[in-house]
C-alpha cells in the first residue's frame, strides 16, 4: 500500500514516519519546488498537480489551512486517510476525519470530535466533548480542555492553552504559550496570558487573510 503526500517539508517526514507506522509500506511525495527531489528517506516525484492523476491513497501535509483546504476539496474522488501514530490515545467515543494526523504522545479524549484535514500535533491534547473543526492546526504541546469548540482553520500555537467551554472562531491564530480562557468571536491573532487580540500593526506579514502562508 502506497501513500502520495503533498508537501516535502519536516511536517510532511513526520506524516510519511506515522504512515509507514500506521502500515503504508511505500511514500512517495509531490511538491510544487522543483528543486526538492526528496523528503528524507522518500522521493519527491512532481508537482501537487500530479495529484489528480495518483491512483494511491492521498495525504496533504501542508502548515496553512486554507491551502490544505484547497487541495483536499480539489481532489474530493480520493481517499484521505486518517493517520493516527500508535503512540497517540484516541479514545474508542472520540471521532477523528479523514486526512487528519494525530501525532505522536498526543490525546483526544472521550466526546471529542476531530474534523478533516486537521493537525493534532505531538503531545497535543484535546479533552472530552471538544469540537474542532475541520483544518484546525492545535500544534506542539497545546492543550485544548474539556467541551471547547474550535471554528475552522484556526491555528493554536505551541504550548497554548483553551479553558473548557470556551468557543474560538474560525480564522483565528492563538500564539504560543497563549492562555484563553474567554470566547474569541472576532477573527484575529491573540497572545499573551490571558489570551488578547494582537495589535495588527505588530503582525509582522501584515495579518491579511490572518493565516500566514507558513509551511511547517
Ligand atoms: C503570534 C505569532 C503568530 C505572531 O507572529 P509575528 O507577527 O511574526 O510576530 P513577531 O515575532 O513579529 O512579534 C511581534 C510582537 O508580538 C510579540 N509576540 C509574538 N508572539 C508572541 C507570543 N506567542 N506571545 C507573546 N508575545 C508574542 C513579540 O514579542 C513582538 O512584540 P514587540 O512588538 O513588543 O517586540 C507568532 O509569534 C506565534 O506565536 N506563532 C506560533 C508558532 C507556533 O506555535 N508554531 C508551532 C508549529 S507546530
Not at 16 to 28: K, P, Q, R, T, W
Not at 103 to 132: E, Y
Not at 144 to 158: K, Q, S
Request: hydrophobic letters at 45%.
Amino acid at each position: 500500500m502506497k501513500l502520495t503526500i503533498i508537501g516535502a517539508s519536516g511536517h510532511g517526514r513526520v506524516v510519511a514516519d506515522i504512515a509507514v507506522l500506521c502500515g503504508y509500506e511505500e511514500v512517495e511525495f509531490l511538491d510544487d519546488d522543483p528543486s526538492i527531489n526528496n523528503c528524507g528517506r522518500w522521493p519527491v516525484v512532481g508537482a501537487s498537480s500530479l495529484a489528480q492523476s495518483v491512483e494511491n491513497d492521498l495525504f496533504i501535509a501542508i502548515g496553512n489551512a486554507k491551502i490544505r483546504k484547497k487541495m483536499m476539496e480539489g481532489s474530493s474522488d480520493k481517499k484521505f486517510p486518517a493517520l493516527i501514530h500508535p503512540k497517540a490515545v484516541v479514545s474508542p467515543e472520540a471521532a477523528v476525519g479523514s486526512g487528519t494526523v494525530v501525532m505522536a504522545g498526543a490525546v483526544v479524549n472521550p466526546g471529542a470530535r476531530v474534523g478533516k484535514g486537521c493537525i493534532i500535533n505531538t503531545c497535543a491534547s484535546v479533552d472530552h466533548d471538544c469540537m474542532i473543526e475541520d483544518f484546525v492546526h492545535v500544534s506542539v504541546g497545546a492543550h485544548i480542555a474539556g467541551a471547547v469548540r474550535i471554528g475552522e482553520r484556526t491555528w493554536i500555537g505551541a504550548g497554548a492553552t483553551v479553558s473548557n467551554s470556551i468557543a474560538i472562531s474560525q480564522d483565528c491564530v492563538i500564539g504560543a504559550g497563549a492562555v484563553v480562557i474567554n470566547d474569541i468571536e472576532i477573527k484575529g491573532v491573540y497572545i499573551g496570558m490571558p489570551a488578547r487580540i494582537m495589535d495588527k500593526s505588530k503582525i509582522s506579514w501584515g495579518g491579511g487573510g490572518l493565516l500566514r502562508p507558513y509551511n511547517v
